[in-house]
């Protein structure tokens, strides 16, 4: 993993809701002041507030940002293939079912079963991102730089991009955004060691 630098609360955010800004708001619903994504200004406390409610209140992220540890250090990563096999989906009842309770991303090819609700809703994202969805950013936590990695949003982005390597492995940098923190083993989402333990079939 390359380590591209630190970044703020308000740029996280900001990446956070770039991302998730077509999946999860639909016309008419969209909030309307689309200048908060498009033209923000991370020195204004009444945008960057606005930004923090409509992560926690409107796409209801509050359930994974309130039960992390104190979010303090961020840094960029550019993601390559040598991290792939550190990677895995967050821990929820969501992922367990659908990967058999093996939360790795490399898995996921012998895990997620064809035709189901989450297999064609990562096709569509490939499928209708093309190469823009590698300007998307990829939201990790870990309790050290080195890994093991668990993606608290972007996990069907993931999985598109690893079906996208599988079919031509010269893998461009996916974008990513890293909180590494010691208290991070505090987190539901984090899967620690025992993530290390899970077989890989």
Known sequence: MQFLGSTTIHEFRLEWLRSEWKDE???????????????????NATENNKRASLLTIGLHRGQIIYNMPSIKNIQRVAIGPSDLPKLYL???SEWNDRTGGNYRLTDTSKTLKSGTDTDIKVQAILNKLGDEILNEVIILIATQKPGPYSIIDGNHRAIALYRRYLQSPK???WRGLLIAEPEMRKSPWHQGPYARQRPSS
Do not use: C, G
């Open 25 to 43: 708001w639909n016309e008419p619903d969209k909030p309307p002041d689309r200048r908060l994504i498009d033209n923000p200004d991370l020195d």
């Open 171 to 173: 893998m461009p940098p």
């Open 90 to 92: 967050v821990s929820s």
